[in-house]
């Protein structure tokens, strides 16, 4: 995702960050709390030059697969609408 960096920290904290910057030949890697809803940054379908995993966990350790919300995440034209812990593949 290729986020301002202001308009990212509006509504999160980046906690890990792994790159070809951090480290030569590494991939792109990026953890990352989300404090607050936020409306999307991204308004239209984009690539990317790699494939992706993105990863939504909980936080309640009575129960760690529930989100405690909502994320709206879209593949090509179909939209996903996870409430539990999950890892999402998404192909370059």
């Not at 906690?15 to 480290?23: A, C, F, Q, T, Y």
């Not at 308004?43 to 009575?62: L, Q, Y």
Request: charge should be negative; aromatic fraction near 14%.
């Amino acid at each position: 995702m290729s986020f301002c960096v202001d308009t990212y920290s509006q509504y999160a904290k980046r906690i890990l960050w792994m790159d070809n910057n951090v480290v030569e030949g590494a991939f792109h890697m990026n953890t990352a709390w989300y404090l607050r809803p936020s409306t999307t940054t991204e308004s239209k379908a984009h690539p990317h030059d790699s494939d992706e995993i993105i990863g939504f966990f909980g936080n309640n350790p009575d129960d760690p697969y529930d989100l405690g919300g909502e994320v709206e995440i879209w593949l090509e034209d179909e939209k996903h609408i996870p409430t539990k812990s999950c890892l999402i593949f998404v192909p370059r």
